[in-house]
């Protein structure tokens, strides 16, 4: 079973994807994290939704702004104002954990040391810092399985991603660290959708299913009405389902490529870019040395089976009472 800490920034698809890692993997923890709405309200989010799930994991507050101290970027066109419209979470009764998220990610990683694989769904503040602060951390990690970012069309900017608009710096600083990434962009999680029949069939489940398949509906009539989309992309639940034990969820629903990818942090209309090089070049040495290929630091997903990946998420959710 694969252990997950989850980092992310809940948002509607974060919540699928917490339910999705509740039912598929050991989850020891969530960081909760400036994106989709500011982070006390995700932190909130993320301590409601394990109260619905019956998840009993430390949940912290991440950062609340980018390292370069930007203004916090808001996803509340697409997930409501406090992250997760259209879906009725009760009021935690719990407390989140003390710790700041920097810290529960650390001492996270420390504890599993060699076995902990970070799903990555909202800005990348928190594991950049920590991976500043602990130069250990990545060695202790087994994986980083990332959604975010674009190797074409883009949701924030016309060709970026709000995960990684939110903090571009961050997302340089985990790009290059060394660790195993597993890369889900956008252009690819858009095409990922519950359609009428899907949300459907979360009604007709138990309380955790309904609850996504409000919030699903809310999100779905958002990308209908914004970006012209239709159906509820469940982008953070592709992070997860990329890890997921083989006994969960068949092997092959995913296929990746090793890829370089690099973050744009410059200022202006390109900033939050991934350059993520989908040229396939056999020959790199007949290429002058300017046109080559950098080496790959990315396993970049290329292709996603829809109709396993959208069945998987369905069944992950109904079968959670
Ligand atoms: C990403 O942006 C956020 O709004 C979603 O939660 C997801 O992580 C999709 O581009
Ligand atoms: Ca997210």
Excluded: Q
Excluded at 233 to 255: N, S, T
Excluded at 267 to 275: D, E, F, L, Q, S
Aim: with cysteine.
């Amino acid at each position: 079973m694969t252990k997950l800490l989850f980092v992310g920034d809940p948002g509607i698809d974060d919540a699928v994807a917490i339910s999705c890692a509740a039912r598929w993997c050991d989850l020891v923890g969530i960081v909760a994290t400036h994106g989709n709405a500011p982070a006390d309200a995700t932190a909130r989010n993320a301590l409601a939704l394990c109260e619905l799930v019956g998840l009993a994991v430390p949940v912290a507050r991440g950062c609340a702004r980018s390292i370069m101290g930007e203004p916090a970027s808001s996803g509340a066109a697409l997930h409501g104002g406090a992250g997760i419209a259209g879906a009725p979470l009760a009021e935690p009764k719990g407390e989140l954990d003390p710790r700041p998220g920097v810290d529960l990610l650390i001492e996270t990683a420390r504890a599993h040391a060699g076995e902990l694989v970070v799903a990555l769904t909202g800005a990348h503040t928190d594991l950049a810092l920590a991976l500043r602060l602990e130069p250990h951390l990545a060695s202790w990690l087994r994986a980083i399985t990332v959604m975010g970012g674009t190797a074409g069309i883009g949701n924030a900017r016309p060709m970026a991603c709000l995960n990684i608009l939110a903090d571009p710096e961050a997302a340089a600083i985990v790009a290059a660290a060394g660790v195993p990434l597993l890369w889900i962009g956008y252009e690819l999680t858009r095409t990922v959708l519950l359609g009428e029949a899907e949300l459907a069939r979360l009604e007709a489940g138990g309380r955790v299913a309904r609850t996504m398949a409000g919030a699903l509906r809310f999100y779905r009539e958002r990308y209908r009405r914004i970006y012209g989309i239709d159906g509820a992309p469940i982008h953070d639940a592709l992070a997860v389902l990329a890890v997921a034990p083989p006994e969960r969820v068949p092997p092959g629903v995913l296929r990746f490529e090793p890829t370089s990818l690099e973050v744009v942090c410059t200022h202006g209309p390109a900033r939050g870019m991934t350059i993520v090089d989908r040229r396939g070049i056999r020959a790199p040495d007949e290429l002058p040395p300017d046109r080559r290929p950098l080496p790959p630091n990315v396993h970049y997903a290329v292709e996603i089976d829809r109709r396993a990946a959208v069945e998987a998420v369905v069944e992950a959710l109904v079968s959670l009472r």
